[in-house]
């Protein structure tokens, strides 16, 4: 690659993260490093509410891993700490992001491909975008984390038959399966991201990121000790400045002026 792999723009609170690695957006060795470091960047940086991940050009969000650096990594011993370990790393870093992100994604979602995407908080796929787990015609399976995160997402019976048979399936198999959460008409699928991550920018910014964290208790702890501690996070977003501020506006019948703190 001669562009940087990974680019960043933020406006208004929402930080854009692109991978350019055109046309396919293959994932490389260099592309999870610059990912990685973007991403705890971002985390860091108050002015950034929201983040939106996407794929440069029109034909992929990412269609998985540069499989020409695969003789570099194979070898029993040798692929974890070389490839899977510090992708995911990286791929943790999106699911674990502390504040709300959204995938935009166009064209494929192959392999880590979409293994990235469902570590998105939100996923918004283009009419026409083919979504794949296709490792095992490789002789391997998912190994970003697609084992677990897309289980969560489609259930047992669904995730084993897309990674048994490695076959595509389109956004609307995707939607009425709860992989994906909106589809939109082709070359929509930024712009809605962004008028959602716009939106989610504007909401009390604490408050969102508290409600993200529980919902995420749900899959770290039994029942009883996840809403146990939704009460911790309840008690920490009622202590706020826009708390306060959403209750007088109540009262005073007019929108709220959250100061996103």
């Known amino acids: ?55 440069a050009g029109d034909r992929a969000f990412c269609a998985g891993s540069d499989i020409s650096e695969f003789p570099s990594v194979m070898g029993k011993g040798v692929v974890v700490p070389k490839k899977l370990g510090p992708e995911n790393d990286a791929y943790s870093r999106v699911d674990d992001f502390p504040k709300p992100t959204i995938a935009a994604v166009r064209g494929l979602a192959f392999g880590g491909g979409l293994e990235l995407a469902v570590c998105c908080d939100l996923i918004v796929v283009e009419e026409g975008t083919r979504l794949c787990l296709p490792e095992i015609k490789l002789g391997v399976f998912p190994g970003s984390g697609g084992t677990v995160r897309v289980t969560r997402r489609v259930g047992e019976g669904r995730a084993k038959e897309m990674m048994f048979f490695g076959d595509p399936i389109s956004a609307e198999t995707a939607l009425s399966w709860g992989l994906i959460n909106r589809v939109t008409p082709k070359g929509d699928a930024l712009r809605v991201a962004q008028e959602m991550a716009a939106t989610l920018a504007e909401r009390p910014n604490r408050a969102v990121q508290l409600c993200k964290a529980a919902v995420d208790l749900s899959f770290d702890m039994t029942e009883d000790e996840a809403v146990k501690q939704t009460l911790v996070l309840s008690d920490e977003a009622f202590s706020t400045e826009d708390c306060g501020e959403g209750v007088r506006a109540f009262f005073a019948k007019e929108p709220p002026r959250f100061k996103h703190r």
């Open 1 to 55: 690659m001669s562009a940087a792999p990974i680019l960043c723009e933020i406006s208004n609170g929402v930080a854009t993260v692109t991978l350019n690695n055109p046309p396919l957006n293959l994932v490389t060795l260099e592309l999870t490093r610059q990912l990685l470091e973007t991403l705890d960047r971002l985390a860091a940086d108050p002015n950034v509410r929201v983040m939106v991940l996407t794929g």
